[in-house]
């Protein structure tokens, strides 16, 4: 198994606190890896970082075989990020967000309406404006946005949050089936006993670092 | 680890600053000596020429300084690994020259309108150099904003790099069309090539004041330097203590 | 690249188009400005028509910079600026992109602002030609400036003081250059219109060079 | 203002910025340079003082 983010004492920073404190993590491609830890435990901040969206102060940090020190935007494009914030255009129609995140992650324009009706957006909504949407369907417009890049890496902040049971269900099944295809899923969960389920291995982080990794070997 | 640190550090004084410190002192009092009392009044200015021995060597250190801020600032874009040292002293070079700059902009600016008031009668002149100074004075101003907000400081440092070239680059552009819209100001002081208006004892004494007032400058930078060198060194270390003190409380909790 | 910066000007285009800020408030607004400039002046008719290309472009200025504003005001709404970092799209053509949209939306303000200049100082166009290519030249330049300086203070908390302050300076020679070359344009000045008007068109060109090169680096967070 | 009470006035400010400025620098580096515990001089010879430079 080829390793998808390979991290060996990673520390960064962001603002002058450091956000990761010597981070040591090695996730192989097709594994479907559920963070957890407390407010503050440094899970986001892993995410960002192997997005690249914050850099490495010191340490050694690859993702996908890209050398984030040397070019942290090289991965990008294979990636898919889902923060606490949707990112949504919230005066775009749906269909035209997903239509324009499609685009500029580099799939076919074509692919939106089967994304949409596989996350499972209604099609009354997709000519409704994104701000006039509640919570948990902006949550399904992001994930159709990511669904529709098909990445090769997913970083999942709180997928879950504001998705009822039955769209956390479909959810579940999108990940499992991506990490079927050769996707690598990472996610950061508060509800374990939820999500557990699709999990292939569970870690534990605090104050920046590792606590606990179900799958050391 | 402290004694590591400080090791590398530049120390607030240092020797060669000592002297240069002195030099500037001594330079600065022969530059009042020869400027306001040795130097003779001239034939039409009068007295107010005496001004021009600031006025002339203010805005050049000026301009010098604002070459300095952009010269660092394409090497610190230019340079790959930011973090490291090397790249970061570029950035606090751009922001001690931008800074001592500013400083002399004004100077320039206040020594201006003091010989306007004498020479032409009033403080302001919708000239083309004076317009152009005031306009460069208020570019750097901002530059130092940006340098002062609260940011990352590799973000903030790059986007103030980005704005000292394209402030550079702009210079030359409202110069000239300031330059077209009306030129009143007398012609350049002294310019190579050209024999010089300003002739004699007269323009020794303004040779000798771009001296003394190169030295100065230089002295400001290197302090103001170290200054931004240790504001750092602070921060690394409350850094350095916020990591420790955060792994220390994880591994007692766990 | 030209596909990736038509598709981020559709966006901003559309985001426009759905929320209809630049025509429903700035323009208004600008139009507003027009009126209290003319109060300024105690609606003296003769230095207003003298006065109309200078007032012009600092109408332009003002609802040129809440523009400015809205078009990164966008971005950093929900994080939107992380998904762009994401995406495959370059610097360059982000930066083309927005540019272009600023272009359209600051050039319809400039449109009703015109005609409300015609109406409201009573001008008179003499050369239709130089009008337009100093109209066309500033607007180049002030999106490009804009984005430029737009995206340097985005995420900043006090960017809506910041902008302006940074913005004004470089876009002093436009100013300059606009006013005289729309006297000239307006007929009530027989300067060199053209010279202007050229000036213009070197100053856009080179920031638009600038920004060009010089984007990626105001992108990049931590 | 006369001519000669101009020219003062002009230097007068100038040298009153220069100082200003000077002291502010000087004094805000020997500040920081006290809360790090970092003396005042270099060490010219590294060899004679192991430990932290605190001299003057």
């Known amino acids: 198994m080829s390793a998808v983010v390979e991290f060996e004492e990673v520390v960064a920073v962001a603002g002058s606190f450091p956000v990761l404190t010597g981070l040591d993590l090695r996730v192989d491609q097709g594994e479907v890896v559920l963070l957890r830890g407390e407010n503050g435990a440094g899970k986001t901040s892993f995410l960002r970082a192997c997005a690249g969206l914050i850099s490495v102060s010191s340490g050694d940090a690859h993702v996908l075989g890209f050398d984030m020190r040397v070019d942290r935007r090289a991965p990008r494009r294979y990636i898919g990020l889902l923060g606490h914030e949707n990112n949504l255009y919230r005066d775009l129609w749906v269909r035209e967000h997903v239509e324009f995140r499609a685009t500029a992650a580099g799939a076919a324009e074509s692919d939106t309406d089967a994304a949409l009706i596989r996350v499972g957006v209604s099609k009354k909504l997709w000519t409704v404006p994104i701000g006039s949407l509640s919570a948990g369907q902006r949550r399904k417009v992001a994930i159709a946005s990511l669904v529709v890049g098909r990445p090769r890496l997913w970083l999942l902040d709180e997928p879950h949050a504001s998705l009822d049971t039955e769209s956390r269900e479909n959810l579940d099944l999108i990940l499992a089936e991506a990490s079927q295809l050769g996707a690598t899923i990472i996610f950061a969960s508060h509800e374990s006993p939820l999500t557990k389920g699709i999990a292939s291995r569970v870690i534990t982080m605090g104050g920046g670092r590792v606590l606990e990794d179900s799958g050391a070997s | 680890m402290t004694s590591v640190t400080h090791s590398n550090a530049k120390m607030t004084a240092t020797a060669t600053t000592r002297v240069l410190g002195v030099l500037a002192i001594a330079a600065t009092a022969l530059m009042t000596v020869l400027g306001l009392l040795i130097s003779p009044a001239d034939v039409i200015q009068g007295e107010a020429v005496r001004m021009l021995y600031i006025h002339v060597p203010s805005i050049w250190i000026a301009y010098g300084a604002f070459v300095l801020t952009s010269v660092s600032s394409i090497l610190f874009l230019r340079g790959r690994k930011r973090r490291e040292d090397r790249g970061r002293h570029y950035d606090r070079l751009a922001g001690s020259a931008a800074e001592v700059g500013v400083v002399f902009t004004g100077i320039t600016l206040v020594t201006g309108m003091l010989w306007g008031k004498v020479t032409w009668g009033t403080y302001w002149q919708w000239d083309a150099r004076l317009t152009t100074t005031v306009l460069l004075f208020v570019t750097y101003l901002g530059y130092l904003a940006l340098r002062r907000l609260p940011a990352d400081p590799i973000v903030r440092s790059r986007r103030a790099a980005v704005m000292a070239l394209i402030s550079f680059v702009n210079v030359p552009i409202v110069h000239y069309s300031v330059d077209w819209w009306r030129t009143l100001h007398q012609k350049a002081s002294l310019s190579v090539g050209r024999r010089p208006e300003i002739t004699g004892e007269m323009y020794w004494t303004l040779l000798y004041s771009t001296l003394a007032v190169t030295i100065v400058a230089a002295w400001l930078i290197i302090h103001r330097y170290r200054v931004i060198r240790l504001e750092e060194l602070r921060d690394e270390e409350t850094l350095a203590a916020l990591i420790s003190s955060r792994l220390d409380k994880d591994d007692g909790s766990n | ?222 | 203002m006369s001519e000669v009470a101009t020219v003062v006035t002009g230097w007068g400010i100038t040298i009153f910025v220069i100082a200003t400025y000077s002291i502010w620098v000087v004094s805000r580096g020997k500040a920081i340079g006290q809360e790090l515990g970092i003396g005042e001089m270099e060490q010219l010879d590294p060899r004679k003082d192991a430990g932290a430079t605190t001299d003057l």
Request: glycine share 10%.
């Open chain 3, 1 to 222: 690249m030209l596909a990736e910066t038509l598709l981020v000007a559709r966006k901003d285009l559309r985001v426009e188009w759905r929320a209809k800020i630049a025509l429903g408030q700035v323009a208004p607004l600008a139009l507003l400005i027009l009126v209290v400039l003319a109060f300024a002046l105690d609606a003296n008719s003769s230095l207003l028509e003298l006065g109309a290309g200078g007032l012009y472009w600092v109408a332009v200025l003002y609802g040129g910079t809440l523009l400015i504003q809205r078009s990164f005001d966008v971005e950093t709404d929900d994080g939107n600026m992380d998904a762009f970092r994401m995406s495959a799209i370059g610097a360059p053509s982000l930066f083309l992109g927005k540019s272009l949209a600023l272009f359209v939306q600051i050039g319809l303000l400039e449109l009703v602002l015109g005609s409300g200049i015609a109406v409201l100082y009573n001008v008179r166009v003499a050369d239709w030609w130089l009008l337009l290519v100093a109209a066309a030249a500033g607007t180049v330049a002030f999106s490009v400036c804009g984005v430029l300086w737009g995206a340097m203070s985005a995420g900043l908390r006090v960017r809506a003081t910041l902008l302006p302050l940074l913005l004004v300076p470089v876009l002093v020679p436009i100013l300059l250059a606009g006013s005289r070359a729309f006297e000239t344009a307006l007929g009530v000045r027989a300067d060199a219109g053209w010279t202007w008007a050229s000036l213009m068109l070197v100053i856009a060109a080179v920031h638009t060079a600038i920004g060009f090169g010089a984007f990626g680096f105001l992108l990049e967070e931590g």
